[in-house]
């Protein structure tokens, strides 16, 4: 009877690890199964941005002579600044007020109508692009959707100075866009953005930049909009780059909310504010952080005596970590 009774308690023992063990690897399969979608969805918009780059670096005739500019397209606004016609373009554009255009300025600007077929077509095949825009080395914008950049943008504002432009000047044109992998606020004002940005070289001379923009918001609404799941993105510091309400309970940081606009932003604007793990009050949370930032995979934590474990996937387009909680 006793040898029985030590059989079934051991048996008992190891089916409860395998089940252990089981509910692990579930868990974390489903950690690595979200960061692969959301990664998915990132490698296809460098790819569009990086596709798009090339025909607008090879196909556009960025030379080609002009006429006079068209005054049912552009026209330059009360302050001083060039912008286009809503009802005539499908973009919009802005050249700084008090700025000289130049006949090279005037070919580029011109020259440049046709990217709103190539922007139109590069947005319809990818849902997750809020936006897609030209700077060139004169600060002239050309963005589309179409907006009114009046209103957010100060008349006189040098384009060249924010985060897109600065990553990829004169930097070589190649296979792999840039990620801008720190949400910034969007100065046309569609909120926290992250940007993947490729230099524009056209006869072999730098002329600007193509960024493409996917809303912090857009990411929430498709994979972090669970009731009930405490799910988050960190990057490799630490901040929390978007997270489910729950999670941002757990974690005692509010709920990220969209940028808003009270007037036109002048610098870059990064969304982290105190939403870093590493630094968190509880030690046990902030120690199991640091450890998943090294090489852990599976960490636990305690909050009020209860016990929680992270699983941690990697998101390799902008190397940001996925993590989910259970507890």
Not at 52 to 63: M, W, Y
Not at 125 to 144: A, E, G, H, V
Not at 229 to 237: A, P, V
């Amino acid at each position: 009877m006793r040898r029985f009774s030590y059989i079934f308690f051991v048996f008992l023992l190891v089916f409860s690890s395998c089940k252990t063990q089981q509910n692990e690897d579930l868990n974390l399969k489903h950690a690595k199964h979200i960061a692969n979608a959301i990664n998915n969805d990132l490698l296809l918009v460098r790819n569009n941005i990086f596709n798009t780059a090339n025909v607008l670096q090879h196909k556009i005739p960025f030379d080609k002579n002009v006429q006079d500019f068209s005054k049912n397209i552009y026209r330059f606004s009360l302050n001083g600044t060039l912008v286009s016609n809503y009802i005539k373009s499908k973009s919009a554009i802005y050249y700084p007020a008090n700025s000289i255009l130049t006949n090279d300025l005037k070919r580029i600007i011109i020259n440049s109508e046709a990217l709103d077929t190539l922007f139109t077509s590069t947005i319809k095949k990818n849902p997750s692009l809020s936006q897609i825009y030209f700077i060139d080395t004169n600060s002239f914008l050309r963005i589309y959707p179409y907006i009114d950049v009046l209103s957010y943008l100060i008349p006189d504002i040098n384009l060249k100075k924010f985060a897109p432009y600065q990553l990829a000047n004169n930097k070589p044109f190649s296979e792999k866009a840039y990620w801008i992998n720190n949400p910034i606020a969007d100065p046309y004002g569609r909120g926290w953005i992250v940007s993947c940005v490729e230099p524009i070289y056209y006869r072999d001379h730098f002329i600007g930049i193509l960024s493409g923009d996917i809303t912090l918001n857009s990411l929430k609404e498709k994979y972090f909009s669970s009731g009930t799941e405490l799910i988050l993105i960190i990057d490799q510091k630490g901040n929390i780059i978007c997270c489910t309400k729950g999670a941002g309970k757990i974690t005692n940081i509010p709920h990220l909310r969209d940028f808003g606009y009270y007037k036109p932003i002048t610098e870059d604007i990064y969304n982290f504010k105190k939403t870093n793990l590493t630094d968190h009050k509880n030690k046990s949370l902030s120690n199991a952080i640091k450890s998943l930032l090294s090489e852990e995979s599976i960490e636990n934590f305690y909050i009020d005596n209860s016990k929680y474990t992270i699983y941690k996937a990697l998101i390799e387009e902008t190397n940001w970590l996925l993590l989910k909680i259970i507890k």
